[in-house]
């Protein structure tokens, strides 16, 4: 099984943008220093200017990660040339079916999530909210595989 590491290093080969993110101690809780009050566990930048620090440098990005430190990853969107759709439970899916069935959402690369899945498309489109669908780009960014849960499970690649 692949390290967090080596999976951060194979995203930044990909020509991915990737940021650290906080990690997942063995009790669940975030190893930020909000610990167990931290309502974002696991899945907030490990550092302020995350925007401008984000790298596909291989090298660079083998420094942020080690077996050490508990570590999750971020996928930067716009400057890895994604657009990622993150949907969250029935609400969520119930948005994205007309736009799956009216062809505007292709078959892609998905992972799925605690709550649902991210679908991973190449392109642009400007950042969206909705409840349970969001749309991630620009400087919007995603935890990517296998970065822990809080509730001991991993993010993981599906299709």
């Not at 490990?46 to 942020?64: H, I, Y």
């Amino acid at each position: 099984m692949e390290s967090v590491q080596e999976w951060a290093i194979r995203y930044a080969k990909r020509g991915w943008f990737v940021i650290p993110l906080n990690g997942i101690n063995e009790d669940g809780t975030c190893t930020c220093a909000r610990g167990e009050e931290c309502d974002s566990a696991g899945k907030h930048p490990f550092w302020m200017g995350w925007q401008d620090r984000a790298s596909n440098d291989p090298k660079e990005v083998e420094l942020w990660f080690d077996d050490v430190t508990p570590r999750n990853i971020g996928v930067v969107c716009g400057p890895s040339g994604l657009v990622v759709i993150d949907i969250d439970g029935p609400e969520g899916e119930a948005l994205l079916r007309p736009l799956v069935e009216a062809g505007v959402v292709p078959a892609c690369p998905q992972v799925r999530t605690r709550r649902g899945r991210h679908l991973y498309l190449r392109g642009t489109l400007p950042a969206a909210k909705l409840h349970g669908l969001d749309i991630k780009s620009g400087n919007g960014f995603v935890v990517a595989p296998p970065s822990m849960r809080a509730d001991g499970e991993q993010y993981e690649w599906v299709a």
